[in-house]
Every structure is written in structure tokens, then in C-alpha cells.
């Protein structure tokens, strides 16, 4: 069985990892997609609500399922013994630092394979910065994202909003 793993924050999940994931799913028997526990970034959404779009985002994919990992890529390949790393590079500028963790990944275990993928050109200007910039100022995010993130990032504009009210009748 060839398993591959396509690791991420999916800060939210877009329309442009789920072509990547479909991708993938044509070439390889099982697609993991495992989303990263990055104590350095700042995220939008806890852990279990990325994981929650995700799932429901990808229920409809028989050989697509979704977990999370702590530490190194490589590891967490090793632990799910998947023989690649799916990367998604939408442009020239995301080649650099793509091939230079694909090469420290080689470094670390020789026998893991990064398989660079390009989504549809359609989502080469989308990323997860983007479509959340977007959503803080009200715009209509539905083309970009499934309908549970839509939603989700609703919900979390209102909670913000209702936040920065209570903090204003403070004052």
C-alpha cells in the first residue's frame, strides 16, 4: 500500500489544499492529511477545529483521513509508514523554502520522499493568510473555502466582534 502524508496548519483548509489532496489521491492508495501542532505560528482556529473542517471537509473521500502530529514530519511519517511527503506549491516563490525542507527531510531519513504537487492554476493565488485577511474585513470567502469553513469563520468574526464590544463598554 503506498500511503503518503500531506502535513499542514490548514489554518483554514481552502479550496486549493482540497484540489491537492485530490490530487495526491489519484496517485498513492491513501492520502493522511495531518495537521501541524506549530508553536511558533499564531493560529486562527484551536487544533480541534481545524481538524473538525477538515473532516467534514473530506468525508466524501474513501481514501483520505485526517489526524494531527507533535514534532517532526519525518517521525510522524515513520509512526503512519507512509513512503512520501505531499507538498502544494502554488508559485515560484514557494519552490525555495519547499526544496530546502525537502532536502533536511531527505537528511533525516533518506527513504521518505517529498512529491511536490501544483494545485489547478485557479488556486495559485490562495493561501490560508489570505482567505482569513479576507474573512476579518467581511468579504465573501464562499469561492475559496467548503461551505463548514465558511461558517466556522463567520462564527469566530462574530465571537471577535462581540469581544471588541465588551471591551469598549469597559471604558
Known amino acids: 500500500m503506498k500511503r503518503v502524508i500531506y502535513p499542514g496548519t490548514f489554518d483554514p483548509v481552502t479550496n486549493g489544499h482540497i484540489d491537492v489532496i485530490k490530487r495526491a489521491m ?10 501541524a501542532r506549530n508553536p511558533v505560528k499564531s493560529q486562527m482556529f484551536s487544533l480541534e477545529d481545524r481538524l473538525f473542517m477538515l473532516r467534514e471537509s473530506l468525508s466524501k473521500f474513501d481514501n483520505v483521513y485526517v489526524d494531527s502530529f507533535n514534532g517532526l514530519i519525518v517521525d510522524h511519517a515513520k509512526q503512519v509508514k507512509a513512503i512520501g511527503i505531499i507538498r502544494g506549491l502554488r508559485a515560484v516563490s514557494d519552490f525555495e523554502y519547499e526544496f530546502q525542507m525537502a532536502l533536511m527531510n531527505r537528511k533525516l531519513d533518506e527513504n ?3 512529491i511536490f504537487l501544483m494545485p489547478n492554476e485557479k488556486y495559485t493565488y490562495l493561501n490560508s493568510t489570505i482567505v482569513r485577511n479576507l474573512a476579518v474585513f467581511d468579504g465573501d470567502v464562499s469561492d475559496f473555502v467548503p461551505p463548514v ?3 466556522m469563520l463567520k462564527k469566530k468574526n462574530k ?10 463598554e469597559d471604558f
Not at 489519484?26 to 495537521?35: A, C, H, K, Q, Y
Open 26 to 35: 489519484g496517485l498513492f492508495d491513501e492520502v493522511i492529511v495531518t495537521v
Open 112 to 114: 521518505l520522499r517529498t
Open 149 to 151: 469553513v465558511v461558517n
Open 159 to 168: 465571537s471577535i466582534a462581540e469581544k471588541k464590544q465588551e471591551v469598549r
